[in-house]
């Protein structure tokens, strides 16, 4: 367990540590600090991994130079972050608030950098749902209620993205006994449940990237969040989805026509919608939003010529890749200037149109709540009120009582031992 | 060397005689009654140890009495059954005599020890004798005695159920008697192992099993003529109550189960399910009577009354499990019953009521009664670590090798059924309710003695292979052998 | 000749059997049980008569021991009898159930 | 009498000597009382330390009592009996020192700690039976020993719920009577033996077990929450809180979910269960149990009720696991069995602190309630996250090896129950994750009791913190020599060796 190994746990474990509210109020510039080890690990140039077979079915941690690379643009990104965080959080006089705003900040970088440098499919969804519910707490602390509604949605979708991940790693479990990403890879290449694995994990990272059927909560959030989050918004979920479906998925080895097509297809329609919708500027959205949808149309698209050539994938390995660096560098410089040069931004008024799946969920609950779900226990009341006038205790009192009267009375003794009288004479009487 | 002296002594004529003495003493010096009455007990107690002993060591005894043997003489016979229910009494009987003596005042003590004595040595002398007519005279004696015991209470109610528990009691001893008689008429003896030899299944012996069947089980309260017994164990005072369910009504089980194993002919499955039968209904009407009690103590009576349908229910299976299973029963019942009824005359000495509807905050005043009648109940439900567990199981083994399922089911119910009367009762304990009436201190001793009653009654389910084994001395229940020799 | 004397005696004990049961007034209750005392011992007596000519004398000690013991029961009785009709004030044994 | 066959009877004296000794202390008696309990749990830890590394290495504890003719009393030390004895008597210790702090000044501790004491030897008791009757011994001990824990407050409400108690768990108590007398008249033994001792008789009987069975698992289930008779744990809810968190979440509940383990891997034989073909309608039931448990929660504002509905639905995992009748699944149902304990009693803990200290019980009164109790709100969302079976936590490895062992068992639908159920779970904990840490406090706080410089009293912060501490180890270190899946591993392994 060499230093640098022991490095490589600190750049996600350190952030974690701090994100407990005690610790990071006593550090002084807490954010700055929780990015160092990262920026060390970057400073050793060998690739360096660890297994860890103790740690969550041997999930492993590694950094090559295709992840340094990440990490690099992963630590430009946070110490913007963390610079806006203060800005931020010396003008709100609120401390409560400041603590649990930094937490989450502290919660999604640690699974950023986690999930950089996950080797294993296990760990990188562990990571990946670290940065869900950390994001959405980021959203939803600081943001106006149109804001919390997206935070809402958001949430929905990451659940159901956890849920679909999780049966994928499940699927990819009884194939093959290592987690680690290129042996499930190449155990996919020829397995029985490969196509149902792929759905699973594009339509997963799909949900969490935001592609274009789910884009909903990307518009919200860029509405009206402020500077610190919209950067990341871009920068992290979005491009740790692209990301796990590169790791995810066994590009390059198999041809999988019928659903490269689809995927084009897909990516050819979001591009058309978001140009449509500038043109027609009927939601006068954030152009960051635009920016992402573009540049995750256009991935997918790549991902779709990719299934159906699979030859092409050494050819676009490179270029998707440093497109997700590019993605979240960029985003995060054109969210920072537009915020400086229009401040009308902010006071926008929020979005009326109330969302389908936000109603569709109230409705549900507030169904369910009028009705208590309490058929069945209706059921049961009335069939008690049944049973208890059954069991009117004067009813049964009275004819007990006569029961037991009746018996006083000896008569019934009177026929048994008169019974007993005539056998005995019929005895004497035979013998 | 020690053990050398213990073995001759003739026990079994101490074990009769010394109660007999101790109640002459009591009604002869009333002021040491309390005193005389209790060192009584404990001699009794010892005796019946050296009694145990000897048995152990040579196994069933027989003692003529007088040196007269069988056609004239009359004979005691110990062997594993009557030693047990010896045993019982003693124990039970030490528990209600400490009671006895912190609970009743001084007028009443006088009376009370005199008559317990001797409805002990009754006892004694019944489980010990060997002939029938000595039965007979035993279980008068017995009938008498406890009658005035009822009747100490003085009032209107229980002088009347005293009358009315006399009547039945004379009733039914002059059927035995008639049955006696037939008997006599027919094998020319009384003695059991002699009647035992000569009988075979002639008109008039038929007619003496119903008889002497009927007189028993008017005496046992089963069912249909259970009538006289919740008023004379209710309105009794409590030790009295419970030497009463624990003891007595337990005699005539055991002359009737005698007479079923040792004395009557053939193999009798009519008389047999008729008797489950009556067993059953018993445990349910018991059962469903005690749940609509509103009193305590007419609620225990009643239970004793579904209780001894559980032993009835041994009759139509027939196997030595079943009997030992009944047996069992009825040890544990025994004591259970006992310390309920204390635990009952504690609250009403407590309180100076005993309606369950206001037993208000009695378990955070009385825990230690409450825990008693909780343990006893447990017993009484026959839940797992208690004696009445062991005699359920015992009973539910021999039904369901027997194929016999129905009478599993009539347990079962049974032990809902007390469940049910025994928790409304606990359940009230726990009431949060402020109720105002004065309180009189209850005495130490009278808690505690129901209190180890209880636990008696729940270690005696741990102890199991003892007592069983102890069944087996001199081989009661196998009665086929005895009885194919003549059958 | 014994066989009706014996007949007599369970005639007896039906007839107070059947007394017992039905007068509600205790008088005549314990009347009733000495009847069917009486009956039993005349049983007991009668079927003393075996064939041979001397009586058999173990009956004979029965029916001494039953008379002892009813009169002392009869005693008791009474004694119970006089005590309920001080304290209650009416000797009939009260016959539906009180609530 | 070797030290090795007494050694199940310390572990069961060390909690029944306090419990009696402490019935009959006076209720000043504080101090004496506190170190009773403390030091009769600390002991019990540290046997159960010693018995772990002695069956590891081979060591066969087992005490036999004489009980009836041909039946002992038999303590048998196991390696599936060590997985409950661990989770009971770890989490008594934690539960003693919450309780401690949460009846600080109410009336009838002594009672209530006597009867605690004999709740925890009825469980060991449970754990260590080594054949039905010892089993059913201590499964009766149990319901006697939980009714005044129940009816404790004396208010109306508690005692109806201590009623409805009784009715469910006597009737089951009587059933499961019938079942153990049938299968001893049938099989002449009751010892448990590792793959069942009924394989002579199954072609003979095969009617009379199957109708046994039935009688077993619903005399069981009635602990187990099975459907139709899991009435009585919603409405106990209304016992203290240490009561409810010890209890209904591990002691009762599991004692029933570990004797349907008892049954179908020690009594019938998985083999034998599959061939007879009860499991396949066991497994539905609990699918049926795990769905409406979580559908009813759904709907419940009272937040004790809607644990208890989770609770309902949780338990049914360890029976599903079992009834699919797979190693890989039966690791996950055992697994389960010490997760579900671990996650469930941190969130009762948190309830019980909630309502002890800001008199909350409803969750429309927990808004903001993050701001105010911070600590108890991190131990609650680390207890719901791993409830839904988010990926560090003890939740997901057991969900993860259930999901696996359905799979390899080639049972696909349960798959979806799963599925659906994580579902439910997030949509009935998270909207009170959101309440408690994004809503703003509404007004002031019910009655609200101030504990100095700490959010609430030490010993009531400390429990819930150290579970969720420990259902995070749990999940992150789940693959060390000594952790409950490995010892779930080694438990499936001894049961489906070919």
């Known amino acids: 367990m060499s230093l640098s190994e022991l490095l490589l746990f600190f750049v996600p474990g350190f952030p974690l540590l701090l994100a407990i509210p005690l610790l990071h109020r006593l550090l002084p510039r807490a954010e700055y600090l929780a990015i160092l080890p990262a920026a060390m690990l970057l400073s050793l140039p060998e690739n360096i991994f660890v297994e860890t077979p103790w740690l969550l079915f041997g999930a492993g941690l590694g950094s090559n130079t295709e992840t340094r690379l990440l990490l690099m643009m992963s630590v430009v990104l946070w110490i913007f972050a963390a610079f806006m965080q203060n800005v931020h959080a010396s003008r709100n006089s609120n401390s409560e608030a400041n603590n649990y705003h930094s937490t989450y900040f502290f919660l999604t970088l640690s699974g950023h950098l986690g999930a950089i440098l996950a080797n294993g499919l296990v760990g990188f969804f562990a990571f990946s749902t670290l940065i869900g519910y950390g994001f959405y707490g980021l959203l939803v602390e600081t943001g106006n209620d149109t804001v919390k509604k997206a935070g809402r949605i958001y949430i929905c979708f990451i659940i159901v993205a956890d849920l679909l991940l999780f049966e994928a790693a499940l699927l990819a479990a009884t194939v093959t006994d290592d987690m680690g990403f290129d042996a499930v890879r190449a155990a996919m290449i020829d397995s029985s449940v490969t196509g149902l694995y792929m759905t699973m994990v594009l339509i997963g990272f799909a949900l969490k990237a935001g592609f274009w059927p789910m884009h909903h909560w990307l518009f919200l959030t860029f509405r009206s969040v402020r500077p610190a989050t919209a950067m990341l918004l871009a920068g992290v979920p979005v491009a740790m989805a692209l990301l796990g479906t590169l790791r995810w998925l066994p590009l390059g080895e198999i041809s999988v026509p019928g659903l490269g097509l689809l995927i084009q297809g897909i990516g050819g329609v979001a591009i058309m919608y978001t140009v449509l919708a500038v043109l027609i500027r009927r939601q006068h959205n954030h152009p960051a939003a635009y920016v992402t949808l573009t540049a995750t149309g256009l991935f997918v698209i790549a991902l779709g010529a990719v299934f159906i050539e699979p030859v092409l994938w050494d050819l676009y390995a490179s270029p998707m890749f440093y497109a997700i660096v590019l993605l979240s560098v960029g985003l995060a410089l054109l969210t920072i200037i537009i915020r400086w040069t229009d401040t009308t931004a902010s006071n926008q008024k929020p979005l009326d149109t109330v969302l389908l799946y936000g109603c569709w969920s109230e409705k549900l609950i507030s169904w369910g709540r009028r009705m208590g779900f309490e058929l069945l226990p209706r059921l049961r009341n009335v069939f008690l009120v049944y049973v208890q006038s059954l069991w009117r205790v004067s009813f049964w009192q009275k004819n007990l009582q006569i029961g037991e009267y009746y018996l006083q009375r000896w008569s019934l003794a009177v026929t048994i031992l008169l019974l007993i009288g005539v056998t005995i004479v019929t005895s004497l009487i035979i013998e | 060397m020690l053990t050398m002296q213990v073995q001759n002594v003739p026990w079994l004529v101490i074990v009769i005689t010394l109660p007999l003495v101790g109640s002459l003493l009591c009604f002869l010096l009333p002021q040491q009654a309390k005193k005389l009455g209790l060192m009584t007990a404990f001699t009794i107690a010892a005796s019946l140890i050296g009694l145990l002993f000897q048995v152990l060591d040579q196994g069933a005894q027989r003692y003529t009495v007088g040196g007269w043997d069988a056609p004239l003489g009359i004979n005691l016979y110990v062997d594993g059954l009557s030693l047990l229910l010896l045993l019982m009494t003693a124990l039970v009987g030490l528990g209600i005599s400490v009671y006895a003596t912190a609970y009743f005042n001084r007028d009443k003590t006088v009376y009370y020890w005199p008559l317990w004595l001797l409805l002990w040595s009754a006892l004694n002398a019944l489980f010990l004798s060997a002939d029938l007519f000595n039965l007979y005279v035993c279980l008068e004696l017995l009938g008498l005695s406890a009658v005035a015991l009822v009747a100490i209470a003085g009032g209107a109610d229980a002088l009347g159920a005293a009358i009315r528990y006399l009547l039945v009691s004379l009733l039914g001893s002059l059927f035995y008697l008639l049955g006696v008689a037939l008997i006599y008429h027919s094998v020319a003896s009384v003695d059991i192992i002699i009647v035992a030899e000569r009988i075979d299944a002639t008109p008039p012996i038929l007619a003496a099993m119903g008889l002497m069947s009927a007189g028993l089980l008017f005496k046992t309260a089963l069912f249909p003529m259970h009538f006289w017994l919740p008023p004379a164990h209710a309105n009794a005072p409590a030790p009295v109550s419970a030497l009463l369910s624990a003891l007595v009504v337990k005699a005539s089980f055991y002359i009737l189960l005698r007479l079923w194993l040792d004395v009557f002919p053939l193999p009798q499955e009519v008389l047999g399910q008729f008797l489950g039968l009556l067993g059953a209904a018993a445990v349910i009407w018991g059962g469903v009577q005690a749940l609509r009690q509103t009193r305590l103590k007419m609620l225990i009576a009643y239970s004793t009354v579904a209780q001894i349908g559980y032993l009835f229910i041994a009759f139509p299976l027939a196997t030595s499990i079943a009997w030992k299973g009944a047996l069992y029963l009825l040890l544990s019942h025994a004591l259970a019953k006992s310390a309920m009824f204390m635990a009952a005359g504690n609250i009403l000495h407590f309180g100076g009521h005993d309606t369950i509807l206001k037993l208000d905050r009695v378990a955070q005043r009385l825990p230690l009664t409450v825990a008693a009648f909780s343990l006893a109940g447990v017993s009484i439900m026959g839940l797992p670590p208690s004696g009445g567990f062991i005699g359920k199981w015992l009973l539910l083994n021999a039904a369901l090798q027997a194929g016999e399922w129905w009478w599993a089911l009539v347990l079962i119910g049974g032990g809902l059924l007390s469940a049910g009367y025994i928790f409304k009762v606990v359940g009230f304990a726990f009431t949060q309710t402020e109720a105002s009436h004065e309180v009189h201190h209850v005495p130490a001793a009278m808690q505690w003695t129901a209190f180890m009653m209880a636990l008696a009654a729940i270690l005696v389910g741990l102890i199991a292979p003892w007592p069983l084994a102890l069944m087996d001395i001199g081989l009661p229940f196998e009665m086929v052998v005895n009885k194919g020799s003549n059958g | ?99 | 009498m070797s030290l090795d066959s007494v050694f199940p009877l310390f572990i069961l004296a060390t909690s029944l000597v306090p419990g009696l000794i402490i019935f009959f202390l006076p209720e000043s008696a504080v101090r004496t009382r506190i170190s009773l309990n403390m030091g009769g749990a600390l002991i019990k830890v540290f046997l159960v330390g010693i018995v772990i590394w002695g069956v590891f290495n081979g060591h066969h504890y087992e005490t036999r009592l004489p009980f009836l003719p041909g039946l002992d009393l038999v303590l048998r030390i196991g390696a599936l009996s060590i997985l409950f004895v661990t989770l009971s008597t770890g989490l008594w210790l934690v539960t003693t020192v919450y309780a401690i702090g949460y009846l600080e000044d109410s009336p009838h501790r002594s009672r209530f700690f006597g009867f605690f004491s004999l709740c925890v030897t009825a469980t060991i008791g449970i754990a260590l039976a080594g054949n039905l009757i010892t089993f059913l011994l201590f499964y009766e001990l149990l319901t006697l020993a939980t009714y005044p824990l129940i009816v404790h407050r004396g208010t109306e409400e508690a005692r109806h719920a201590g009623r409805t108690y009784l009715v469910y768990t006597i009737m089951g108590g009587a059933l499961l009577l019938i079942g153990t007398v049938w299968l001893y008249g049938i099989t002449g033994s009751l010892e448990f033996v590792h793959r069942g001792f009924v394989s002579a008789i199954v072609d003979t009987h095969r009617s009379s077990l199957i109708i046994i069975f039935v009688l077993l698992i619903a005399g069981l289930g009635v602990k187990a929450a099975l459907l139709p008779f899991h009435g009585w744990l919603p409405q106990a809810m209304v016992a203290p809180a240490p009561v409810s968190a010890l209890l209904h979440a591990v002691a009762v509940v599991k004692a029933g979910a570990f004797g349907i383990v008892r049954v179908v891997h020690d009594v019938y034989g998985v083999e034998v269960a599959v061939s007879l073909g009860v499991t396949l309608p066991l497994a539905v039931l609990a699918a049926v149990t795990i769905i409406y448990g979580s559908v009813r929660a759904l709907f419940q504002d009272d937040l004790k009720r809607r644990l208890a509905f989770s609770t309902v639905s949780q338990v049914s995992y360890i029976t599903l696991g079992i009834a699919v009748a797979g190693p890989i699944a039966t690791i996950g149902g055992l697994v389960h069995l010490v997760h579900q304990g671990v996650m469930k009693i941190t969130l009762f803990f948190c309830a019980g602190n909630l309502a002890e200290t800001l008199g909350i019980h409803k969750i429309s009164e927990m808004n903001g309630v993050g701001r105010r109790m911070p600590w108890t709100m991190a131990a609650f969302t680390i207890g719901a996250f791993g409830m839904i079976g988010a990926p560090p936590l003890a939740g997901f490895v057991s969900k993860w090896y259930l999901g696996l062992g359905a799979l390899d068992a080639g049972q696909d639908w349960v798959i979806f129950v799963l599925a659906g159920s994580s579902l439910l779970n997030a949509a009935y904990f998270l909207p009170v994750l959101h309440a408690a840490w994004f809503k703003e406090p509404v007004g002031q706080w019910p009655h609200e009791h101030i504990f100095g410089r700490m959010e609430t009293a030490w010993a009531l912060l400390l429990p819930p913190v150290f579970t969720a501490f420990l259902s995070v180890a749990l999940g992150l270190f789940a693959s060390v020599p000594f952790s409950p899946l490995e010892w779930a591993r080694f438990v499936t392994s001894l049961e489906f060796a070919p």
């Open chain 3, 1 to 99: 000749m014994a066989f009706f004397y014996a007949l007599t005696g369970v005639a007896l004990f039906t007839l107070g059997l059947y007394a017992l049961i039905i007068y509600a007034h205790l008088m005549r209750k314990i009347l009733a049980i000495n009847i069917m005392g009486s009956g039993v011992f005349l049983v007991l007596v009668a079927l003393a008569a075996r064939t041979q000519t001397v009586p058999d004398p173990v009956p004979h000690a029965m029916v001494i021991t039953g008379i002892v013991v009813a009169v002392s029961a009869t005693a008791l009785a009474l004694a119970l009898m006089l005590r309920l009709l001080e304290v209650s004030g009416c000797e009939e044994l009260a016959e539906e159930p009180k609530e």
